[in-house]
Nanobody
Framework: QLQASGGGLVQTGGSLRLSCAAS????????MGWFRQAPGKERMFVAT????????FYVDSVKGRFTISRDNAKNTVYLQMDSLKPEDTAVYYC???????????????WGQGTLVTVSS
């Protein structure tokens, strides 16, 4: 089970930190990452990190503003979101396992979402 938290309402330019804690199994040796789904749009890849943090990928629209990190001892992945924009408004989903190729992440496990709303 993947439990995401940390969403909320923030003004443009603000910051939020999302957390996703895994339980029931360990993902310390697997990819973990984040997706988001804006209203009326398809779910899209945001960021992913290898188990060591040595391979990290972001969608272009969040590069330089979002930072993914993980604490394998806590079986948790984080998404630090800075300089937030209204277009970042979405439900954010954490994910684990699977693989990353051709610029996209194909997870094996999904968590529930947490809503991030950025007001203008």
């Amino acid at each position: 089970q993947l439990q995401a938290s940390g969403g909320g309402l923030v003004q443009t330019g603000g910051s939020l930190r999302l957390s996703c804690a895994a339980s029931g199994r360990t993902f310390s040796r697997y990819l973990m990452g984040w997706f988001r789904q804006a209203p009326g749009k398809e779910r899209m890849f945001v960021a992913t990190s290898s188990w060591s943090g040595g391979s990290i990928f972001y969608v272009d629209s969040v590069k330089g503003r979002f930072t993914i990190s993980r604490d394998n001892a806590k079986n948790t992945v984080y998404l630090q979101m800075d300089s937030l924009k209204p277009e970042d408004t979405a439900v954010y989903y954490c994910a684990a396992g699977g693989s990353y190729y051709n610029g996209n992440y194909y997870p094996g496990y999904w968590g529930q979402g947490t809503l991030v709303t950025v007001s203008s």
